[in-house]
């Protein structure tokens, strides 16, 4: 708080500006972890519940935003640093929930696949999972 307090009194501002600025930040921080919770126990994978977690991580972008102006606004290029560091996170992350897919190989290792297609009885179907640790 007094370091909020020493960079603001250089634009005489009332005292309190210090601390409006500390419960916003707090606020806006409080929100984004709502809506990250939010969207943990909304996504279900592929499009379930993808609104809510688009929704956090563009509101993580914009808290870091606001941030890395702030302090561009009120300090001579010491403080944004950590800012900027933290923008780079909540910017590769979209990438990340884009470009992973939701569902692994392993998932695969469950699915029936016909007997014909690993020599095994007409007839009978298997699991790769089955076949995979038969042959193990």
């Known amino acids: 708080m007094a370091y909020i307090a020493s960079v603001t009194k250089v634009y005489s501002w009332p005292a309190w500006t210090a601390d409006a600025a500390v419960l916003m930040a707090a606020l806006a921080e409080g929100f984004g972890a709502c809506l990250f919770g939010r969207a943990l126990l909304r996504f279900r994978g592929r499009t379930a519940g993808i609104q809510a977690v688009w929704l956090a991580l563009g509101w993580n972008i914009a808290v870091w935003l606001g941030f890395i102006a702030g302090t561009e606004f009120f300090v001579a290029y010491k403080s944004e640093g950590p800012f900027r560091e933290l923008l780079v996170i909540a910017l590769l992350m979209p990438v990340i929930i884009a470009v992973v897919p939701d569902r692994i190989a392993a998932d695969d290792a469950d699915r029936e ?3 014909e297609a690993h ?5 009978k179907a298997t699991t790769i999972g089955t076949r995979l640790h038969a042959e193990v």
């Open 113 to 115: 696949v016909p007997s």
């Open 119 to 123: 020599g095994k009885t007409p007839g």
